[in-house]
């Protein structure tokens, strides 16, 4: 099989990837999943593509090896933050009421929470509010360093139903309200943190925007 892009001057690949060419976006759905993204590669060359998209080839290739294979990772984007997750992880958003939305990202370990509010509210507060709930730890300052931004917020750990969940929460600076990101951990007993929340942690490290 031979592809001439010199003939047609670009092929659009849709294998598993795309239907029709997308018509321009509106404005940004808050409640629905990021799209996972796609890998081709062809003829020594690699693509990358998300489902209902279009992929424009050039070159000449002469019976190609493709495959396609998925990303590890998602990228979330929203509310004034944009960070890369394991893309294995389930999805939630409350985005309803704009004084009160709420992202949950979930692993078997390890949950990523955002909440964006119109009101203030604090790391101080997030951990008083669920220490009025269950019994747990004083909560006292927690710092993480993520790419070009440092955090600020407080750490504490609660039980329930006897078993032990690691908190922390931070501030994060926005232009109106206030934006609280919580990361909430299993780990097994006798350890700081499970496989999955370090492994969760280090790729939202690297990644991790302000925007």
């Known amino acids: 099989m031979r592809i001439n892009c010199r003939i047609v001057n670009f092929v659009f690949l849709y294998v598993l990837l795309g239907y029709i060419w997308p018509l321009e976006s509106s404005a940004v759905d808050e409640s629905q999943e990021p799209a996972l993204e796609y890998f081709i590669d062809i003829g020594g060359q690699t693509h990358s593509a998300r489902i209902g998209e279009a992929v424009r080839l050039n070159g000449v290739f002469t019976n190609p090896n493709l495959s396609i294979r998925a990303s590890d990772v998602r990228r979330f984007s929203v509310g004034g933050i944009a960070f890369e997750y394991p893309a294995y992880f ?19 370990d390890f949950k990523i929470m955002y909440f964006r509010l119109n009101n203030r509210f604090s790391p101080q ?79 939202i490290s690297r990644s991790f925007q302000l925007q």
């Not at 389930?90 to 078997?108: C, H, I, V």
């Open 90 to 108: 389930t999805w939630e958003a409350e985005t309803g009421d704009e004084g009160y939305k709420n992202w949950t990202l979930s692993g078997r």
């Open 125 to 203: 507060a997030y951990a008083e509010s669920m220490l009025k709930k269950f019994e747990g730890t004083t909560p006292r300052d927690a710092e993480r360093k993520f790419s070009r931004v440092t955090l600020q917020g407080k750490s504490f750990s609660v039980t329930s139903g006897g078993h032990k969940m690691s908190n922390e929460a931070f501030a994060i600076k926005v232009t109106s309200g206030s934006g609280l990101l919580v990361f909430q951990d299993s780990p097994q007993q006798g350890r700081q943190s499970s496989t999955e929340g370090t492994t969760a942690l280090s790729i």
